[in-house]
């Protein structure tokens, strides 16, 4: 038994974790505390923090956590908001980190105080993406990462080396389209939840003054053919049933390109499958926002005359070329 096991075991105190999450644990816990010691980190605060995410394991595995349509984030008695940062603050290096377009996130900040709506259509490449965007907006605009609401698989909902990190953030939680077939006697009481959600987030665009991140490619970008990340192509349905919602809700709906690139913190696996328990390999990288302008759809009515699918398609291509061009400013080619 290695170290990382044994500590791993000194850990456990309900003794309930099947043997291949402990295995990718240990690989975690391995991996982490290497990064901590490289880095000359504080490694008594890094065994604390390690040890409670474990405990929180125990407790997913012991009492599964049931996230409603719309989970609001939990930060008390236990403060799992703040508890997914400091688990990867260790892991990013502040000094190469940075966000691009700030003073598009000041007008951001000034449309929701004014009541309005933002849904930023981006790409999606760790798990705690989420963490990431508060972590790099921590010193400039903490309370609109921390307030902003993520539309969320339901893998990262039901997953329970994932759900310690999904408790801390506000959730429209969805079953993407490759989760709803699977399995298919599931797959009417999924599409219920759905629309539920969907209906959830209606009523938090009625009423104003809300930031909503939602993927339209449906999952995390992938190595490309170079062996970069590459952003993943963007679901036309999917922006457009974001556009009916906003529209139908009365309150005035911005829709910003976002782009991210925190790839190398947490990659995910190679395929995309429908299998839970993923290996999670970190390592210690920089990351980064950019935050472009306002995405205008209407486009002088440059979609006018289209059938509505070439509209629709048009339309996500128009927004994924924008957030494609962010990206290529802040992605660090080697």
């Avoid at 508060?134 to 698989?153: P, Q």
Wanted: hydrophobic content about 35%.
């Amino acid at each position: 038994m290695n170290s990382s096991r044994r500590l791993l075991k000194s850990f456990m105190k309900k003794d309930n974790i099947p043997d291949p999450l402990q295995d990718i644990l240990t690989g975690f816990i391995d991996d982490y505390l290497a990064i901590v010691r490289e880095r000359e980190g504080d490694l008594e605060k890094a065994l604390v923090i390690l040890s409670t995410f474990v405990a929180l394991v125990e407790d997913e595995i012991g009492d599964p956590f049931i996230f409603q349509p719309y989970h609001q984030r939990i930060d008390s008695p236990f403060d799992y908001y703040h508890f997914g940062m400091d688990l990867l603050r260790p892991l990013v290096r502040f000094e190469d980190s940075y966000v691009q377009g700030l003073p598009i996130v000041d007008e951001i900040t000034g449309l929701l105080k004014n009541g309005e709506n933002v849904v930023f259509l981006s790409n999606h490449q760790t798990e705690p993406d989420p963490q990431a965007i508060s972590l790099l907006l921590e010193k400039t605009h903490s309370e609109f990462a921390k307030e902003m609401v993520f539309v969320a698989g339901h893998r990262v909902t039901t997953d329970p080396l994932a759900i310690p990190f999904s408790k801390g953030r506000n959730l429209i939680c969805i079953y993407s389209k490759r989760r709803i077939e699977h399995p298919p006697e599931e797959k009417e009481k999924k599409l219920m939840h759905n629309q539920k959600a969907m209906q959830k987030l209606g009523e938090l665009l009625s009423n104003g003054g809300v930031a909503v991140y939602v993927a339209p490619s449906g999952g995390r970008d992938r190595l490309g053919p170079h062996g970069r990340p590459e952003v993943a192509p963007f679901d036309p349905q999917s922006i457009e049933m974001f556009r009916l919602i906003a529209k139908k809700s009365g309150s005035k709906t911005h829709f910003y390109p976002l782009a991210i690139w925190t790839y190398s913190l947490l990659p995910p696996p190679a395929s995309v499958d429908n299998a839970f328990g993923e290996t999670r390999k970190p390592s210690c990288t920089p990351i980064r926002l950019a935050f472009g302008k306002r995405i205008d759809f209407d486009q002088g009515g440059a979609f006018d005359g289209m059938n509505k699918e070439s509209a629709r398609q048009a339309r996500a291509d128009y927004a994924l070329k924008q957030v494609k061009e962010l990206y290529s400013g802040i992605e660090e080619v080697s």
